[in-house]
């Protein structure tokens, strides 16, 4: 979910859709491998099923320099924000829960990292829904290294309490697309958020995606999904109603995920600023199925 200046994505619909075309075969390998399996619980103990007034800002806003940020967030369980130096983290009320946003397979040319990596061989290919952000090879001990040793102590030392975990779907997309060339790469997304849980241990991880929610589940303290009733068509430049296939694939991924270890879901719908229509109906469609949504526009750059 890069949003360009200081924010991020999450699995965009090429990912989504090239996703779907296997997911028949591999849900059932996949549930197979998740119900033979012993599970740990590696997550920080947070319950989160509480929190039910909650947004997220993570891309560029002209206006995050003026906000009232303590009257903002006054009333709000959690918030998720981006690294924008003008956010006063540590001044937002004690009460709210405060998530930073990290982009785990997606590195993004306008964070201060980019001038350091930009040639790197663990750079795979541009997002191309966000020019700005460039999918990569989690497997790479210089990425990981990266954002346990870097970009995590930055966002922690700002004042977040823990972490918003996005574009992990980079990981499955990379192996449906050439098994051969990125072989394990999974393999590295668990291993690398076994390492983050391992140095962290209490702070709270949600994890953002789809296909990979599964792979994250045993780590993290909530879901969250893109998209799931309403969602921004980058192919037609539009917000719409998901479709009944898209709806049903993002909702087997839930499944999958909770199969594994039962957490909150925490959904992202997309309308237009002015589509109050679509956006409460998604709304009203997310809590019937027991989750927690937010509305917000495609760049999540508004405020509720």
Known sequence: MSRGGHGRRAADGAIARAAAVFACASALAAACAVCSRRTPNLASGTDLSHVSRWWI???????????DW???????????LSDDPRIPVHDLPPGTLRLGYLSVGEADRQQSYWTGIRDRPFLIEADPNWPDNVRVDLRDPEWQRLLL??????LLARGFQGLMLDTIDVAPYLERRDPARFAGVRRALQDWLGE??????????????SDALVDAAPFVDGYVVEGLFATYDFGYRTYRQTTDAERTW????????????????????YAAA?????????????????????VTVKDINSLP
Do not use: C
Request: glycine share 8%; hydrophobic share 40%; charged share 25%.
């Open 57 to 67: 800002l993570i891309g560029h806003s002209n206006a995050a320099d003026v906000i």
């Open 70 to 80: 303590r009257r903002q967030t006054r009333g709000t369980d959690m918030v998720i």
């Open 149 to 154: 040793d870097r970009e995590v102590p930055h």
């Open 196 to 209: 983050l849980r391992r140095r962290h241990p209490s702070i709270v991880l949600v994890a953002n995606g």
């Open 250 to 269: 993002k909702l087997a991924q839930i499944d999958r995920a909770q199969a594994v270890v039962r957490r909150p879901v925490f959904t992202i719908e």
């Open 274 to 294: 002015g589509d109050y229509a679509l956006g409460q109906w998604a709304a009203a469609q997310s809590a019937d199925h027991g989750f927690h949504p937010y």
